[in-house]
């Protein structure tokens, strides 16, 4: 469900309704502003093997946010709108990711992005008005950084003496699918 979600179906064969999707990027807006927090944060107490990525991923995230604003400026939406609970729920998440050890906060970073690719990639190519977004979220340069997230989690979790992370991937999969519940319900209401 976190990647074949009703609403990635109706993105792909272009029937959501635009202000659906309005509605759901500008919680996204609210989201990467927080994960953008995480991330910075994150990359402060990283190993010197991760910093790479991190930094890397970080100077996107600020990117994504100009990307947004852009997207938002040609749809004429304000991005200021207060979050709705999954997003508000989702936060909390990161907070909490905020105080977890390295591997553990590494291997959820890995599974948000790896979550939002294989989502995109599932809607791709995408139905008008759509396909310049779904196109922008499955570029292969993402794909590489969902692989190199991935080297370093892994990397970080060997040399961790222990670290559950069977935990922290539910969490993750539970807050995308509840963040995608949240943009299909309220699309209907
Ligand atoms: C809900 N998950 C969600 N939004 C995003 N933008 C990403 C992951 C990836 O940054």
Excluded: K, N
């Amino acid at each position: 469900m976190a990647t074949c979600h009703p609403f990635l179906v109706a993105v792909r064969d272009g029937s959501l309704p635009v202000a659906s999707f309005a509605a759901w990027l500008v919680q996204d807006y609210r989201f990467v502003t927080d994960l953008l927090w995480f991330q910075a944060r994150l990359l402060a107490r990283s190993p010197r093997h991760a910093q790479d990525v991190l930094a890397a991923g970080t100077v996107a995230l600020v990117q994504e946010l100009t990307w947004f604003e852009a997207r938002a400026g040609e749809l004429d939406l304000t991005l200021d709108a207060p979050p709705l609970p999954a997003t508000a729920a989702y936060r909390s998440l990161l907070e909490r990711l905020d105080t977890s050890g390295v591997p553990v906060a590494l291997t959820a970073l890995w599974a948000i992005e790896r979550a939002y690719l294989d989502a995109w990639s599932f809607a791709a190519p995408g139905g008008h008005p759509y396909r310049e977004f779904v196109g922008h979220w499955t570029t292969p340069e993402f794909a590489d950084y969902v692989r190199s997230l991935a080297a370093a989690a892994d990397r970080a979790l060997a040399d961790a003496a222990t670290a559950d992370v069977d935990a922290v991937f539910a969490d993750v999969v539970r807050a995308e699918v509840d963040f995608w519940d949240m943009a299909w319900t309220g699309s209907r209401s």
